[in-house]
């Protein structure tokens, strides 16, 4: 039986409660700060000692006080994250630090405002393209992100301390990357199910304290000898987000989950801050070119005057192809949250990519509610029928 | 395609007629410059950002938007939905956008590139290359990016900055904005010399700016005399007449002769206390894209006395701004089109409303055009104007007593606007109306 206080118990733990270590933190004096999408660069957050603590939504949790200021047929998680924080189940944080990631991130954060009174709240604009000229814009978002958090915490944003937190941030990347390596082997040392509970879990902690758990889970991994059942599937999940267990264990009753290219897997942390002179321009760079959300419009080549198809799915989704080849993918899931547009128009373009390199993969849909897991159990059976 | 059949009760402007007409024009003119080996781009509405620089460049511009609504007010968007579908594309994606994508899906892989034969007003021709902008959703970047997987045509995409009401009144938050949009489209200048083989008359640029500035400032002016009493102007009219302001649609000059000719029109009937409709019972704010397959719908109201006075954020021209002193013409199309959300941030920010650009200006036109209800109209597969109407309708109630009653419909799904359950609501909504006319006189409001 393993240590309740350690490593993938302790990361369950966390999951099961996810606000308990926020709550005590801000008992002890510590501001909380909010944010709904891994594009707001908690670096910054960090450097000035405030912890970030990612709201999320709850799909046990029926969404009742959102639809006074948010339409039904809108991004479900936004819905979900928002009713959350009106039910008062957030209510421990100081601020918000929301982010022009996508439409319903931005439409969101405004009438989360409006409808909130934390005493910190910012929102960033976010450019959709990498050119030269936005990259620029970011910065000056985020030095305007710097501005306002100086003012709520009375403290100067130091590059010393700055470049502390890109590197306590970095490691974290480094090691997640590394509790990925663990899902190499067939069959894997550690659970897609198990994953979402840790990155979840990092998604509530300051970020020390969440690197000290994946030291422990990535060294409990290696060790055990109760790791998951091998199965003839190894699956990659694309999508925007899957954070709940419930979710991940529909896939992972007759497979084996060795990806999760979401915002609830590795997404946010495939690359790594650049140290730069300014750290804000090393943290504009990440944030805006590495993440590989489809949020973000990427071509083969700026400003290409010529247009070659396949060209342009390399520059879109190449990064898939090094995945599907180390971690022997078998099968790729394209898992759309309704209502999600930059998602939801990559799906044939990334099924012709998939197709090409010889991945039979599907797309399924769903609205992040329970009521949603036998439809999707349904599906996720008639697609590992048929790669069977 | 549904047409409403019956007497017309609003009394139509004469001036907007050619204004309409533009629209039609500018279709045919696209498909005969392809023809005469002219190029054409497809375009996204982009809020004076990149159009005009294509006008001087002497390009033809469709827009897959606007086609979107006529292919579905005549009945030809069903098949190319159907085709979308059947591509993998899915269903609850903008309804304009899945058109376009079977549209493009039928022409490229079963016509060799050719107009299909169904389309109606001469189709949209194969374009040279596409202009996205990332202005108002997500979709319309990605709807372009997606194109990819039928036509080679290279895309470009308009940044559009977004920022929030506090956020832009951080020093130099503006200048960075001004400073992303020169530089922007000076890059934007250079791929489009690339793409037509030919360089930027920058004389014409300039002239082309000064008169989309000049066409917007008087068609706001046009507007503002809508908040006489009665209204003399109703939306209707509203939304025939924008598109050669909106989009730049047709010869530029011509427009600011018919735009001024639409302002002797409307401040005429100001003068003589005529009104857009026999009698002006109530006055509404409608949000936000009207259902354009059943207009008719709206004379109905027109005989209960419903004049629609105020209309579209999406679609109104800037609050103007002097540009006179700005000499580069990139720079004074960057404050321009920037001025579309920012003309409301100062006041937005005065009353604390946080709600960003998209729900602050319907407090002002409420408040200034002095409605007695509003009227929303959520589409189903266009979220980008739907997403802010609950809390616009929570504002105007909260701050200014005005009740909202809302009908769903969508962009080309049109079996889900219904205008009998639509028009059967309206008696107890002007009921509603009347009980909040006593609260906010009680409140000391002055209409």
């Known amino acids: 039986m393993s240590d309740k206080n350690k490593g993938l118990s302790k990361a369950q733990e966390i999951y099961l409660n996810r606000s308990q270590r926020a709550r005590e933190l801000k008992a002890a004096g510590k501001k909380i700060i909010g944010y709904p999408c891994v594009y707001v660069p908690l670096e910054m957050l960090t450097a000035l000692d405030l912890v970030p603590y990612r709201t999320c939504g709850a799909i046990k949790e029926p969404v009742t006080e959102a639809d006074r200021a948010l339409p039904s047929s809108f991004c479900p998680i936004m819905r979900n994250c928002l009713d959350c924080a009106l039910k008062g189940k957030n209510d421990f944080l100081d601020g918000m630090a929301t982010i022009h990631s996508c439409d319903p991130q931005e439409k969101t954060a405004h009438v989360w405002e409006s409808y909130t009174n934390y005493p910190y709240f910012h929102f960033i604009d976010m450019p959709s393209t990498v050119r030269p000229e936005a990259l620029e814009y970011f910065k000056s978002q985020l030095n305007d992100f710097r501005k306002t958090l100086e003012a709520f915490t009375g403290k100067k944003l130091s590059t010393d301390k700055l470049e502390a937190a890109i590197k306590s941030h970095n490691q974290q990347r480094t090691l997640v990357r590394e509790l990925y390596e663990l899902t190499k082997p067939s069959p894997p040392r550690i659970s897609g199910t198990e994953i979402v509970q840790v990155v979840k879990a990092l998604m509530s902690l300051p970020v020390v304290e969440g690197n000290d758990l994946l030291t422990e889970v990535i060294s409990e991994a290696k060790n055990r000898t109760d790791g998951p059942e091998k199965e003839s599937a190894r699956l990659l999940i694309w999508g925007s987000i899957l954070d709940d267990t419930d979710i991940m264990q529909v896939f992972e009753a007759k497979a084996n989950v060795v990806m999760d290219e979401s915002c609830g897997g590795i997404r946010a942390y495939r690359a790594e801050v650049k140290f730069t002179a300014d750290p804000l321009e090393g943290l504009a760079d990440y944030y805006l070119k590495e993440i590989t959300c489809a949020r973000t419009f990427r071509q083969a080549t700026l400003g290409e005057t010529r247009k070659d198809y396949a060209r342009d799915l390399q520059s879109r989704f190449g990064y898939l192809k090094g995945i599907i080849k180390e971690w022997k993918i078998n099968g790729a899931i394209m898992l759309l949250v309704r209502y999600c547009d930059p998602f939801a128009f990559e799906i044939p373009s990334l099924k012709d990519y998939f197709g090409g390199l010889g991945v039979p993969s599907t797309y399924i849909e769903y609205d992040y509610t329970t009521g949603a897991l036998a439809p999707l159990r349904t599906r996720v059976e008639a697609f590992l029928e048929t790669i069977s | ?447």
């Open chain 2, 1 to 447: 395609m549904v047409v409403e059949k019956g007497k017309k009760t609003i009394n139509r402007l004469k001036s907007m007629y050619p204004l309409r007409a533009k629209v039609n024009e500018t279709y045919l003119k696209s498909v005969e410059a392809i023809q005469a080996g002219k190029p054409a781009v497809w375009g996204m509405l982009n809020f004076y950002y990149g159009d005009p620089v294509l006008k001087a460049m002497d390009i033809e511009v469709v827009y897959p938007e606007n086609y979107g609504a006529i292919a579905a007010a005549t009945g030809v968007a069903q098949q190319y939905l159907e085709r979308a579908d059947a591509d993998g594309f899915p269903s609850h994606l903008c309804g304009y956008s899945l058109t376009t994508l079977g549209y493009a899906s039928r022409m490229m892989k079963e016509l060799n590139g050719q107009i299909p034969p169904e389309a109606p007003f001469g189709g949209m021709p194969k374009p040279l290359f596409l202009m996205s902008s990332a202005a108002i959703c997500d979709a319309r970047y990605k709807w372009f990016q997606a194109l990819g997987r039928y036509m080679d045509a290279p895309v470009w995409t308009l940044e559009a900055p977004t920022p929030g009401v506090k956020e832009f009144f951080i020093e130099g938050y503006y200048d960075s904005m001004v400073d992303l949009g020169v530089k922007h489209l000076r890059d934007f200048v250079a791929f489009v010399e690339g793409m037509v083989g030919k360089k930027m008359d920058w004389d014409k640029l300039d002239k082309t700016t000064n008169l989309m500035i000049e066409i917007n400032r008087v068609w706001h002016e046009v507007n503002e005399l809508r908040k006489a009493k009665p209204c003399p102007m109703h939306s209707r009219d509203f939304w025939s007449a924008m598109p050669a302001a909106l989009f730049l649609a047709g010869d530029l000059e011509d427009s600011l002769r018919l735009y001024q000719n639409m302002y002797k029109e409307v401040k005429d009937r100001v003068n003589s206390h005529l009104g857009a409709i026999p009698e002006e019972k109530y006055r509404l704010v409608f949000a936000e894209l009207p259902p354009w397959h059943s207009l008719g719908f709206f004379d109905k109201l027109a005989e209960r006395g419903w004049n629609f006075v105020v209309e579209s954020f999406g679609y109104r021209p800037p609050i103007p701004i002097d540009l006179s002193k700005v000499s580069d013409p990139l720079e004074r199309i960057t404050r321009f089109s920037l001025q579309f959300f920012a003309g409301y941030y100062e006041d937005a920010r005065k009353q604390n409303v946080l709600g960003g650009a998209f729900a602050y200006p319907y407090l002002k036109y409420a408040r200034e055009w002095k409605c007695d209800g509003a009227l929303l109209h959520p589409l189903i597969s266009c979220r980008s104007a739907s997403t802010h109407l609950p809390y616009v309708a929570d504002m105007l109630m909260e701050e200014l007593k005005v009740p909202s009653l809302s009908i769903e419909g969508d962009i080309v799904d049109l079996r889900l606007f219904n205008p009998e359950d639509a028009l059967a609501k309206a008696e107890p909504f002007e009921e509603t109306m009347e009980h909040y006319r006593k609260i906010r006189k009680q409140a000391g409001f002055d209409w």
